[in-house]
């Protein structure tokens, strides 16, 4: 069955940092744009970090900027969240989505995974 599963997710003090992982299961993520996406409690759902297919392209949303970091290792067929100076604001489920082809934004998504709770509280 093709899945995307996160994982990484966990509670952490502000300011603290988390590293979440998007691993794709019966699929490979080369050939797709890998998106990170977070919905907060009565809030809707946000995009947060878009990487392209390549990996040239990478851009966040500006809550984030400066803090987060997108990457991908295509050996290991994931994607990686580095969050780092983690704020209230933060705490959300974080999912992870992808799309197939090289794009410069994440919109339109194929595959979206179940998402990981991120808390950060002290």
């Known amino acids: 069955q093709l899945q995307l599963v996160e994982s990484g997710g966990g509670l952490v003090q502000p300011g603290g940092s988390l590293r979440l992982s998007c691993a794709a299961s019966a699929f490979t993520l080369d050939y797709y744009t890998i998106g990170w996406f977070r919905q907060a409690p009565g809030k809707e759902r946000e995009g947060v970090s878009c990487?392209?297919?390549?990996?040239?392209?990478?851009n966040y949303a500006d809550s984030v900027k400066g803090r987060f970091i997108i990457y991908r290792d295509n050996a290991k067929n994931t994607v990686y969240l580095q969050m780092n100076s983690l704020k209230y604001e933060d705490t959300a489920v974080y999912y992870c989505a992808a799309r197939l082809g090289d794009h410069n934004i994440c919109e339109d998504m194929d595959r979206w995974g179940k998402g990981t709770l991120v808390t950060v509280s002290s």
């Open positions: 990487i392209s297919r390549s990996g040239s392209i990478t």
